[in-house]
C-alpha cells in the first residue's frame, strides 16, 4: 500500500493524475476514491478530461451516490 501511495504522491507531483480519498464522515472511514486525469489518445477522446469515481461496492447504489 505504501508503494501505491508513493506511486499517487509522485503521479501528481508530475502532473499526470490526481486522486482523492471519499470518506463516509459518520463512520469517518474510506469508502472509495476519485481520480481526475488529461486522456492522451489517438482516437475522438484525445485530450479529454476523465473523471472516475470508485466506491467501495457496499456504497454502490442510487440512494448513497444521490444522497446530498
Request: glycine share 2%; net charge negative; no cysteine.
Amino acid at each position: 500500500m505504501e508503494a501505491a501511495i508513493d506511486f499517487w504522491n509522485d503521479s501528481y507531483e508530475k502532473k499526470w493524475f490526481v486522486r482523492w480519498a471519499i470518506i463516509d464522515k459518520k463512520f469517518s472511514k474510506s469508502i472509495g476514491s476519485i481520480e481526475l486525469f488529461h486522456r492522451i489518445a489517438e482516437d475522438d477522446f484525445n485530450h479529454v478530461g476523465v473523471l472516475r469515481l470508485d466506491l467501495r461496492s457496499d456504497y454502490e447504489n442510487a440512494v448513497t451516490i444521490n444522497y446530498s
